[in-house]
């Protein structure tokens, strides 16, 4: 089973965070860290909604965990952007791909 996962760009501008996805009833989105146990509770960090992608499920050649929004390179002529396939319901690259690519940045970041 695959992990359900994501990442957004901090609107504090520290960064990047990982974790769960919610997008309250004002419209602002935030990723939710940590968990509901009795010593560590959970923290909702707000992120700019549009540089939310989530986990693939994949990594590539490095170990690197693969979201949407990644821009990968197989080789010096192939480059391309990691993101779902809704007409195919899926992501648009193959799991038997991922040890070949690597991660070079992202769409949000130059």
Same mark, same amino acid.
């Given at each position: ?6 990442? !957004? ?11 769960? %996805?919610?997008?309250?009833?004002? !419209? ?7 968990? %509901? !146990? ?18 693939? !499920? ?8 693969? %979201? ?8 010096? %002529? ?33």
């Amino acid at each position: 089973m695959r992990e359900i996962k994501f990442r !957004g760009k901090r609107v504090d501008g520290k960064g990047w965070i990982y974790g769960g %996805y919610h997008k309250n009833d004002s !419209g602002l989105t935030f990723i939710i860290i940590g968990s %509901y !146990g009795e010593k560590i509770g959970h923290c909702f960090i707000e992120v700019i909604p549009e540089t939310v992608g989530q986990y693939t !499920g994949l990594k590539d050649k490095n170990g690197k965990e693969i %979201y949407d929004g990644d821009i990968l390179k197989g080789n010096v %002529y192939l480059r391309f952007e990691v993101e779902w396939d809704s007409e195919n319901t899926g992501w648009n690259i193959a799991p038997h791909c991922q040890s070949t690519f690597e991660i070079i940045g992202n769409i949000h970041e130059s």
